[in-house]
């Protein structure tokens, strides 16, 4: 069976090629838009937050032998501790001045990390091994589908929603929401407004984190992948509307999606199809698909 | 400028000294391809100061201006053979051209927005210099020809091309100059201060904005078809975002909004880069990146910011009463952009 002339099974391999980037681009825009929500900081190190998930669940694996469900906690955990030290030592000191002071920092700071990883590990990538439980692949009839995907887009879905009932459901969510728009006003409520701040940007970072584990699986371990990251990313935060959470998940898995279509049908442009809708969106909703207008 | 007559003469004096020192440079023993690539990273910093330090616009998409013109000069001048003035224009037309697409889409976004959108299609620039076939793909452009100026003047030789170079990079030097206190550039100023007060006045904001990123856009392709020339040959590398963010870094540690700021900046990364790219290996991206984060925490004024933030206050601690500070104080003393 055929779909405009390509083979089914190609067509829905790259679909779900696609759905799981989307499943990555959706955590990780989530983060970004959390913390841009709550710090005014476009957080340009959150590229070598996912890479240091994916090297932390590595080492763990590799020099402790720690197993893949471990990993999983204390990788985002370790990283989360990090974004904490960065928020503490160097973030703390701009949320008074232009946010674009932030974006430079973060920059400066990315640049540092992945720096150091190079000269750690050099560029060339590790591999990490699919853990047991979810090796193999289940045959659906039409299509041969590997476990390891198919839990890591019903994974990644379920953690978006979790962040999002998180966000919108409890009280902790309510002082993150309100601490946003009025932080003097909540403080004045004895709410720690900077202990909210810190635990929003290691939260956030943690998250990252667990892309990077998450990742580690299916594509290489390498100081660069953040990087390669961390633009597409900005893309889909662009194209959801800025610190929107919804727009981040759905505007994620949707162009995760678009880029898997894209590379069945025109490969070519698969690497920049997300930044033509991105501009595409911008001349039509300059807010994004999601934002509201500034 | 504003300032006073004393002051102007002091500056006049600093740039005929500079302008000595540029001339006799090559005899002086140092390496003149250095201070040729120097040059063109200097002027590609003046161009995007132009824009971030006299707009408040901070473009992260840079590198696409100066890599594409880069790669369009080294084509034309192997490919077709045109000459390299004819192969300098054409990487000057393409730059303008990108930027009017790219200004015109990211001028209706602000601050960190406009940020990410330039960036975003910087990197569309990019996938496009990967994959066509004119640019070499991986392997970039080798082996671009310096050629014959006017069809007479050999620019083979490192001295011939260094004193090219230096006209080229003086006047436009001077031609932002001319832009910065031009009746257009204050409005620039008067935008970046304050753009809600600039609109209510009249003046129509995005037109002046789009105008701004076209000229930055521009000058920065005289500097990357400028660089092809001088090195031969035009690679990824230019129009990857890591150069948008070194041109930035630039221009930061220079003094965002000075005007000579950005050309000390250039010359200040080139020459850690220069002495350290083969001692320190991956260390010199921790270190640039250690330097962002150095200047972003404390030094946000930059170096010639500081030193005029120094003088200024020696100055008013000399007379106090009624100093109108000179307009490149200002201008240091001022925020990189809204």
């Not at chain 1, 590799?62 to 501790?81: C, M, Q, R, T």
């Not at chain 2, 730059?95 to 976004?109: D, E, F, P």
Request: proline share 4%.
């Amino acid at each position: 069976m055929d779909i405009f002339g390509i083979p089914l099974q190609a067509f829905l391999g790259q679909l779900m090629l696609g759905l799981v980037n989307g499943a990555f681009y959706a955590m990780l825009s989530l983060g970004l838009a959390v913390i841009f929500g709550l710090l005014g900081i476009i957080n340009f190190a959150h590229g070598v937050l996912y890479m240091m998930g994916a090297y932390a669940g590595w080492i763990l694996l590799d020099s402790f032998g720690v197993n893949y469900w471990f990993a999983l906690v204390l990788a985002p955990l370790i990283v989360g501790v990090v974004g904490v030290v960065i928020e503490r030592l160097f973030l703390r000191h701009l949320y008074k001045l232009d946010p674009l002071y932030g974006l430079l920092l973060t920059f400066g700071l990315a640049l540092i990390i992945e720096g150091l990883f190079r000269y750690e590990y050099g560029v060339s990538g590790q591999s990490y091994p699919t853990p047991d439980l979810l090796a193999g692949a289940t045959n659906l009839g039409f299509m041969v589908l590997p476990n390891y995907r198919a839990w890591v887009i019903v994974a990644s879905i379920a953690i978006c929603i979790a962040v999002w009932l998180l966000i919108e459901r409890t009280r902790l969510g309510a002082y993150l929401r309100a601490g946003t728009e009025n932080a003097p006003l909540v403080q004045a409520f004895g709410v720690n407004v900077p202990v909210l701040v810190m635990l929003t940007y290691g939260g956030g970072a943690a998250l990252a984190a667990l892309a990077g584990v998450m990742a580690a699986p299916i594509i290489n371990v390498t100081p660069l992948m953040g990087e390669n990251m961390i633009i597409v990313v900005f893309a889909v935060v662009v194209i959801g509307g800025m610190g929107s959470i919804i727009g981040s998940v759905v505007s994620g898995l949707g162009l995760g999606v678009i880029e898997g279509f894209t590379r069945v049908f025109y490969p070519e442009a698969s690497n920049v199809i997300i930044f033509v809708v991105m501009v595409i969106v911008l001349v039509l909703r300059p807010a994004g698909l999601f934002g509201k207008e500034a | 400028m504003v300032s006073s007559g004393a002051a102007t003469l002091r500056v006049r004096i600093t740039y005929a000294i500079l302008l000595v020192l540029l001339a006799i440079l090559p005899w002086l023993g140092v390496y003149p391809v250095f201070v040729m690539k120097l040059l063109c990273f200097a002027l590609f910093a003046c161009a995007f100061n132009l824009l971030l330090g006299y707009t408040g616009l901070l473009s992260f998409g840079h590198a696409a201006l100066f890599g594409m013109a880069a790669y369009v000069c080294g084509w034309v001048v192997t490919a077709l053979h045109w000459p390299p003035l004819a192969g300098l224009l054409a990487g000057m037309v393409t730059s303008a051209l990108i930027g009017l697409v790219m200004g015109a889409v990211s001028i209706r976004r602000q601050g960190i927005y406009f940020a990410m959108i330039t960036l975003a299609m910087a990197q569309m620039v990019f996938f496009f210099c990967l994959q066509a076939p004119f640019t070499g793909g991986e392997d970039g452009l080798q082996g671009v020809p310096r050629g014959t100026l006017f069809g007479v003047l050999s620019l083979h030789s490192d001295v011939a091309m260094y004193y090219f170079v230096a006209v080229v990079f003086v006047l436009a030097y001077l031609f932002i100059s001319r832009i910065v206190h031009s009746p257009y550039g204050q409005v620039l100023k008067m935008i970046r201060e304050n753009e809600p007060r600039a609109i209510s006045l009249g003046y129509r904001v995005d037109r002046y904005k789009l105008l701004a990123f076209v000229l930055s856009a521009t000058l920065s392709g005289l500097a990357g078809s400028m660089k092809t020339l001088v090195m031969g040959f035009a690679t990824l590398s230019d129009v990857h975002w890591a150069t948008s963010g070194e041109v930035i870094l630039m221009t930061l540690v220079g003094g965002v909004g000075t005007f000579f700021g950005p050309v000390l900046g250039a010359g200040v990364i080139s020459t850690v880069q220069d002495q350290l790219a083969d001692k320190v290996g991956s260390w010199v991206m921790v270190i640039i990146g250690a330097v962002f984060v150095l200047c972003v925490l404390a030094f946000r004024r930059g170096i010639v910011g500081e030193i005029l933030a120094f003088l200024d206050r020696r100055r008013q601690a000399a007379n106090p009463p009624n100093q109108g500070s000179s307009e490149t104080h200002r201008a240091a003393a001022a925020p990189p952009a809204k």
